[in-house]
């Protein structure tokens, strides 16, 4: 009995002289969720919870759907100008979100675009989907506008214009495009060596919109 009370007083002066605490973290509750505090004795995380109601909350906390739902809107769709856009998965391993035409004009006009979300506003559409190429060939009315920089593509070392996606609404599963993918100087890539740098594309000037 003696040698198991030094061992337990021995464990205990251990732990002061480390500095570790064992308490238990005050969690956010559901009547004040601004009460949060990271657990003590270790680093704090990368961002606290996402709270409800935050712009970020439903990448969360909403229920993921198979397909997208047609008629569904998001964002500032008010405008009697928008953009028609086709999603497709660039089959050789590049980052482009798919093509975006003038919604009067025919798709040989259509740009490879990389599209930049607007957390709060509108974010891209298979955000919401169980699986993100879940709308392959679907079409889109897109609201936005055209960034004044270009995203690089570090896969298929590509500079891509961006469409700033502020509302969309979705309009449905379309026919397969035959229209090139990629860029208009695209020629037969394999992957770089800089693939390894990031998995989506590098905005070249973030600071300018």
Not at 54 to 61: E, F, K, Q, T
Not at 63 to 74: F, L, N, Q, S
Request: hydrophobic share 35%.
């Amino acid at each position: 009995m003696h040698l198991q009370m030094l061992r337990v007083l021995a464990l205990a002066v251990l732990l002061i002289t480390a500095g570790i605490v064992l308490s238990t973290p005050a969690l956010a509750s559901a009547d004040n969720p601004d009460n949060y505090v990271p657990p003590a004795g270790g680093p704090p995380p990368v961002a606290p919870p996402l709270k409800k109601g935050s712009p970020l909350d439903h990448l969360a906390n909403d229920p993921k759907i198979d397909v997208p739902t047609v008629g569904y809107k998001e964002g500032n769709t008010s405008g009697t100008v928008y953009w028609t856009a086709h999603r497709f998965i660039d089959g050789v391993g590049g980052e482009g979100w798919g093509w975006i035409k003038k919604s009067t004009d025919g798709w040989s006009s259509g740009k490879w675009i990389a599209l930049q979300e607007t957390p709060g506003l509108a974010v891209a559409p298979h955000r919401k989907l169980v699986k993100a190429d879940a709308d392959l060939n679907y079409e889109y009315k897109f609201w936005g506008k055209w960034a004044s920089y270009k995203a690089y593509d570090p896969h298929l070392d590509e500079i891509l214009p961006v469409f700033i996606l502020q509302g969309y609404e979705v309009i449905g599963p379309a026919e397969a495009l035959s229209i090139k993918t990629g860029p208009p100087g695209r020629i037969q890539h394999r992957p770089s060596g800089a693939s390894s740098r990031s998995s989506s594309p590098i905005l070249s000037d973030p600071g300018v919109d």
